[in-house]
Antibody, heavy 118, light 106 residues
Framework: EEQLVESGGGLIQPGESLRLACAVT????????LSWVRQASGKGLEWVSV???????SYADSVKGRFTISRDTSKNILFLQMNSLRVEDTAIYYC????????????WGKGTTVIVSS | DIQMTQSPSSLPASVGDSVTITCRTS??????LNWYQQKPGKAPKLLIY???SLQSGVPSRFSGSGSGTDFTLTISSLHPEDFAVYYC????????FGGGTKVEIK
């Protein structure tokens, strides 16, 4: 069964860094596009980043230059390195598998919560 | 950037009703439009991809249509488990989600 499990969330101060992980089982991180999506409390979904084949990546303007998406194929894990965190980055962060026909997200993790507060 | 307008933001309905949610984009996205359902405290769930293709395992009462700039999600006969928030997502250019529609009990 394909499964995504996020970890690494927590309470952190503005300006600090955090790395989220998404452990993948049931398929290879090397075989699919993978994405991060976040959701602030009571708000809608916001796409954050995607990693395509190879090392090609893309980011939302709101995180460009601060966040980095990557994957460890030996451990089958997706990462999101988040630097210079802001209060407005507070959200639940979901990882999701992306299919390359219509770039739709067919498998999602349960999410990990990031709270940026002083 | 492609602007997305999802409406209505709230949709009171009763079990058995047929409901329609609309998603409009500021420029043509062909059929790069997906629909998701999200229940409280849960991750989103894919319902429809490519504007009209039903994801495996999703009940046939869900259907999607449209192309270009105007799209709809229709639930033909609401079941109790369908009360949730629904999001459209365009993936033509820099993936983005609509603002969401909360289907709630009338």
């Amino acid at each position: 069964e394909e499964q995504l499990v996020e970890s690494g969330g927590g309470l952190i101060q503005p300006g600090e860094s955090l790395r989220l992980a998404c452990a993948v089982t049931g398929f290879s991180v090397n075989s699919f596009y993978l994405s991060w999506v976040r959701q602030a409390s009571g708000k809608g979904l916001e796409w954050v980043s995607v990693i395509y084949s190879g090392v090609r990546t893309s980011y939302a303007d709101s995180v460009k230059g601060r966040f980095t998406i990557s994957r460890d194929t030996s451990k089958n894990i997706l990462f999101l390195q988040m630097n210079s965190l802001r209060v407005e980055d507070t959200a639940i962060y979901y990882c999701a598998r992306v299919l390359d026909s219509f770039y739709h997200m067919d498998v999602w993790g349960k999410g990990t919560t990031v709270i940026v507060s002083s | 950037d492609i602007q997305m307008t999802q409406s209505p933001s709230s949709l009171p309905a009763s079990v058995g009703d047929s409901v329609t949610i609309t998603c409009r984009t500021s420029q043509s996205i062909s059929n790069y439009l997906n629909w998701y359902q999200q229940k409280p405290g849960k991750a989103p769930k894919l319902l429809i991809y490519g504007a009209s293709s039903l994801q495996s395992g999703v009940p046939s009462r869900f259907s999607g249509s449209g192309s270009g700039t105007d799209f709809t999600l229709t639930i033909s006969s609401l079941h109790p488990e369908d009360f949730a928030v629904y999001y459209c997502q365009q993936t033509y250019s820099g993936p983005a989600f609509g603002g969401g529609t909360k289907v709630e009990i009338k």
